[in-house]
């Protein structure tokens, strides 16, 4: 049982470069998330998913896209990578009856140069 | 206005010593859950302690338990007999089960640096 995997763990991009963040999970939970964690700015929710094929956006929804093909799996997307998007990212899941608790990742560290 | 704070940046205490962190929360909505989260160093994020805005009693586990004080929106956590391990990042977190969308999204604060020394 791994829970919650992120890949990669880090990575280094180039302006205007694109990449994926894969986010898998084994507990069959029902919703997930993706945030991103900048220096004094707590995490902040980027996309989520309720269900195998539904995303909606969070609070920083820009220059993100996501997709949840699916159940166990969340992708994050930058299609244009600026500087701005240098952060961390966390992805975490939840159960649909036992949603009291998150369950995180271990992130993936981004540099956009 | 900010849904969640944390007003202190970072906090010292001494080992075997109680501290308290301090959250408060602004919502309008009557059921929400409060939850307070641990980063070590090592980057990962972890559940510590849970608080439903219905509980009557303050929520506790093992050396951690919050004070729920609903009138004056705050959610502080207390952590008794502090350890070396203890020393992270804490971040404490809101969740509003009326907001529309669903998806029992959390919103955080900006964290409190803890360090334990000896």
């Known amino acids: 049982n791994a829970g919650v995997t992120q890949t990669p763990k880090f990575r280094v991009l180039k302006t205007g470069q694109s990449m994926t963040l894969l986010c898998a999970q084994d507990?069959?939970?029902?919703?997930m998330y993706w945030y991103r964690q900048d220096p004094g700015m707590g995490l902040r929710l980027i996309h989520y998913s309720v269900g195998e094929g539904t995303t909606a956006k969070g609070e920083v929804p820009d220059g993100y896209n996501v997709s949840r093909l699916k159940k166990q799996n969340f992708l994050l997307g930058l299609e244009s990578a600026a500087p701005s998007q240098t952060s961390v990212y966390f992805c975490?899941?939840?159960?649909?009856?036992?949603?009291?608790?998150?369950?995180f990742g271990p992130g993936t560290r981004l540099t956009v140069l | 206005a900010q849904k969640i704070t944390q007003t202190q940046p970072g906090m010292f205490v001494q080992e075997k010593e109680a501290v308290t962190l301090d959250c408060t929360y602004d919502?309008?909505?009557?059921?929400?859950?409060l939850f307070w989260y641990k980063q070590p160093s090592s980057g990962e994020m972890i559940f510590l302690i849970y608080?439903?805005?219905?509980?009557?009693q303050n929520a506790t586990e093992g050396r951690y338990s919050l004070n729920f004080q609903k009138a004056r929106k705050s959610a502080n956590l207390v952590i008794s007999a502090s350890q070396l391990g203890d020393s992270a990042m804490y971040f404490c977190a809101m969740r509003e089960f009326g907001v529309t969308g669903g998806g029992n999204k959390l919103t955080f604060g900006t964290g409190t640096q803890l360090k334990v020394e000896l």
């Open positions: 507990m069959n939970h029902e919703y």
């Open positions: 608080q439903g805005s219905y509980d009557q």
């Open positions: 919502t309008s909505d009557p059921s929400y859950g």
């Open positions: 975490a899941s939840a159960g649909l009856l036992n949603y009291n608790e998150q369950f």
